[in-house]
C-alpha cells in the first residue's frame, strides 16, 4: 500500500469510479494550514452520479447480506489504513483537535462495522411469515410473506460539524449502504479535503470486494443548484441531512414538491434543554452547574445535542448552580469554531440576546474572528413562554437560564418547548413524584430521554434514538444514529403466493 500518512487533495470529484475535475474551483479556508482548490460541483455531474447508481442498485441492492457486511468493513479499514492523513488535514481544516478527530474516526469506522455486524444476524428485515389456509371459511387464506427490500439510491449531505461521523462516510452513507442502497455524497466546504480522503477510501473498498463503481459517489461542495439538483432527480428515493434548520427546511419543501414526493430524513437543530429538579439541585447543585458548563462547551458547543437550556427553580439551590456554572464557563478559554460563517452566526446568535431587555446577563464575553468564548444569560418561565425566539438554537456555547417558581410551572414550560433531540432530568430520589409529572411530557418532545447524564455523547448501539418531533428532525419516526437508522433506507415489500424458487434469498 502506498504511504497515505502525507496527503495533498488532488480536489476532483469521485463520480462513478472515476476522479474527475470541473472548469469551476473554489479555495478551502482551513483554521490553519495551507488553502487547496477544489473543483466545483455541478448539476451535469449530479446527473451523471445518480444515473451510475441506479445501474449500480440492480446488482448491489440484490447482493447478499455477507457481501454487504466484507464491503462496510473494507471501507472501516480504508479508513483506519488513512487514519494519519485523515487526522493531520481534518484538523487544519476544521480547527477540531487531534484527539477530537481520532473519536470520530473511530466512532466511524465503528458503526460501519456495527452496521456489518447487525445486516450479518438479520434481525433487522422484520420477516414476517402467513402461511396459506386453503381450507379456511367462508374465504381461503394466501401464503404472505413480508421483508424490508433497500429503496434505491439515496442522496446524503455532509454535515459541518463532524468531518467523519455524519459526512462521507458517516452514519447516513453507512446506514444506506448497509440496506443495498448506493449513495451520492454531496461534500460539505467546510471540510473538501476530509471528505476526499474518506472518498479514496471508500473507492478502494469497492475496487477491493468488486462492488460495482456507481454505488457510491462524491461531488464536492457546488452551488445551490447542485443541492437542489441532487434532491429534486428522479432517481434519487431518499434523502439525509444534517445541518440547520433554514437549509433542511428548504431542501424538505423540495423533496416533497417532487413529482415523486421521497422521504428527507433531516436532523435539524436542538436546544435540548435540562430540568434540574429540587432535590437534586439542593444535593449536588456545583457540580450539576460544573457539568452543564463543560457540556456546554465541549467542541465549541458545536454539537446538535449541546444543552443550551437549563430549567431551575428560583432560590438559593438554584442560584448556586447559576454561580457554579457562570464560574466554569469563565476558566475556558476561546475554541476555533469550525467556519468564519458558523462564528458569524454564533456571534448573531449572542447579540440576540444581549439586546433583550427580557434576559439578564450572567456571564457576557466577546468572541473575536473564527474563536468562539462561552456566554450565560437568564430568564424566567413566563418570560420564555412569551418569546419565541429565546427558543431558537444559538449554534454554539451559549446557554440560557430559565428560572422557575413552582414545580408546576415547570412542567408548563415542558409542554411549551418545541420538537428536541434530547431532554434531561436532574433528579435524586425525593424528585421522583415530579419526574413522573415531566416524563409524559418530555417523551412527546424528544427523541432521547435521560436522567443525571448530559447530552452531548450519542452512542451507536441498537437503542439509541437520535431524532425526535420537528424542528429536532423532520421524520419524527426515524434516527439517524444506531442500527435502527438502516431502516430509514427500507420498505415493506409483501410477496403472496411466490414460489421459494422466486422468492429473494433472504425469504427462503
Request: net charge negative; glycine share 12%; aromatic share 6%.
Amino acid at each position: 500500500m502506498t504511504d497515505t500518512s502525507v496527503f495533498t487533495p488532488h480536489g476532483k470529484h469521485l463520480v462513478a469510479g472515476d476522479w474527475v475535475a470541473s472548469a469551476e474551483t473554489f479555495a478551502s479556508e482551513p483554521a490553519h494550514g495551507p488553502s487547496y482548490k477544489f473543483s466545483v460541483g455541478t448539476v451535469d455531474l449530479v446527473n451523471t452520479a445518480c444515473e451510475a447508481a441506479e445501474d449500480a442498485f440492480w446488482t448491489y441492492g440484490y447482493t447478499s447480506r455477507e457481501e454487504r457486511a466484507v464491503f462496510l468493513e473494507a471501507i472501516a479499514d480504508e479508513i483506519e489504513a488513512r487514519a494519519e492523513a485523515i487526522t493531520e488535514i481534518g484538523t487544519q481544516e476544521t480547527g477540531l483537535p487531534e484527539g477530537r478527530l481520532q473519536g470520530e474516526r473511530g466512532r466511524t469506522t465503528g458503526q460501519l462495522r456495527l452496521f456489518a455486524t447487525h445486516i450479518r444476524e438479520g434481525a433487522y428485515l422484520d420477516r414476517r411469515i402467513d402461511e396459506a389456509l386453503p381450507d379456511r371459511q367462508p374465504l381461503p387464506r394466501p401464503e404472505l410473506r413480508m421483508i424490508q427490500r433497500p429503496i434505491g439510491p439515496v442522496a446524503v449531505f455532509g454535515a459541518s460539524n463532524f468531518p467523519l461521523a455524519f459526512s462521507t462516510a458517516g452514519g447516513d452513507t453507512a446506514a444506506a449502504l448497509a440496506a443495498g442502497c448506493p449513495v451520492v455524497v454531496k461534500g460539505h466546504s467546510a471540510h473538501p479535503g476530509t471528505g476526499e480522503i474518506v472518498a479514496e477510501a471508500i473507492h478502494a473498498a469497492i475496487d477491493k470486494t468488486g462492488m460495482p463503481k456507481g454505488v457510491f459517489s462524491l461531488i464536492q461542495g457546488g452551488k445551490r443548484d447542485v443541492g437542489t439538483a441532487l434532491v429534486q432527480h428522479p432517481l434519487i428515493k431518499a434523502v439525509g441531512f444534517t445541518g440547520s434548520l433554514g437549509g433542511g427546511r428548504a431542501l424538505f419543501d423540495l423533496c416533497a414538491q417532487r413529482p415523486e414526493p421521497i422521504p428527507f430524513f433531516g436532523e435539524l437543530g436542538s436546544v435540548n434543554p435540562m430540568f434540574i429538579l429540587p432535590e437534586a439541585a439542593a444535593a449536588r447543585g456545583d457540580t450539576i452547574g460544573a457539568g452543564w458548563a463543560g457540556s456546554l462547551t465541549m467542541g465549541a458547543g458545536q454539537f446538535c445535542t449541546n444543552p443550551g437550556i437549563a430549567v431551575i427553580a428560583k432560590g438559593p439551590d438554584g442560584d448556586a448552580i447559576v454561580a457554579a456554572a457562570a464560574q466554569a464557563l469563565s476558566a475556558v478559554a476561546p475554541q476555533t469554531m469550525l467556519t468564519d460563517g458558523i462564528a458569524a452566526a454564533y456571534a448573531a446568535g449572542k447579540a440576540r440576546f444581549h439586546d433583550r431587555n427580557s434576559v439578564r446577563p450572567v456571564l457576557e464575553t466577546e468572541s473575536e474572528g473564527r474563536c468562539a468564548s462561552p456566554n450565560l444569560y437568564e430568564t424566567d418561565a413566563q418570560t420564555y413562554l412569551q418569546d419565541h425566539a429565546l427558543g431558537e438554537e444559538v449554534f454554539g456555547p451559549l446557554g440560557l437560564v430559565i428560572r422557575t417558581e413552582t414545580p408546576e410551572q415547570m412542567v408548563e414550560l415542558a409542554k411549551g418547548f418545541e420538537g428536541q433531540l434530547t431532554a434531561t432530568l436532574h433528579m435524586d430520589a425525593g424528585d421522583a413524584l415530579l419526574a413522573r409529572k415531566l416524563l409524559p411530557v418530555l417523551e412527546r418532545k424528544a427523541g432521547r430521554v435521560m436522567a443525571n447524564n448530559f447530552p452531548t455523547g450519542v452512542e451507536v448501539a441498537d437503542a439509541m434514538v437520535h431524532g425526535g418531533p420537528y424542528p429536532a428532525s423532520t421524520n419524527f419516526g426515524a434516527t439517524s444514529v444506531g442500527t435502527m437508522s438502516i431502516r430509514r433506507f427500507l420498505r415493506p415489500v409483501c410477496f403472496q403466493n411466490i414460489p421459494e424458487a422466486v422468492l429473494p434469498a433472504d425469504l427462503v
